[in-house]
Nanobody
Framework: QVQLVESGGGLVQAGGSLRLSCAASGRTFKDYRAGWFRQASGKPREFVAHISWSGDSIYYSDSVKGRFTISRDNAKNTVDLQMNSLKPEDTAVYYC?????????????????WGQGTQVTVSS
């Protein structure tokens, strides 16, 4: 089992940047693929980005492609999400998720472990 804790959220103006970090503990993190999801108020949780166990395979949602970058450091047991050119529509609670085996990386059901979330608010 792995425990996930997100950090780095906050308030930023449109066009600004934030870097979210997800710290994993409990098991060897290199054995888990990881993803970021977000949930805006009143909306369902949506996929943002995914990174494979070794980091050699990465996927993004169309809404963040070219602006967000996911990365991982297995030595530090972390997965980061660099968010640039932020827009008000990026405002949401951002969640880190992990799974040990293959699954649909775009669906919540494709992950077994979740963090508690961190709030990102982008003002216009």
């Amino acid at each position: 089992q792995v425990q996930l804790v997100e950090s780095g959220g906050g308030l930023v103006q449109a066009g600004g940047s934030l870097r979210l970090s997800c710290a994993a503990s409990g098991r060897t993190f290199k054995d888990y693929r990881a993803g970021w999801f977000r949930q805006a108020s009143g909306k369902p949780r949506e996929f943002v980005a995914h990174i494979s166990w070794s980091g050699d395979s990465i996927y993004y949602s169309d809404s963040v492609k070219g602006r967000f970058t996911i990365s991982r450091d297995n030595a530090k047991n972390t997965v980061d999400l660099q968010m640039n050119s932020l827009k008000p529509e990026d405002t949401a609670v951002y969640y880190c998720a992990a799974a040990r085996y293959f699954g649909d990386h775009r669906r919540e059901q494709g992950y077994d472990y979740w963090g508690q979330g961190t709030q990102v608010t982008v003002s216009s």
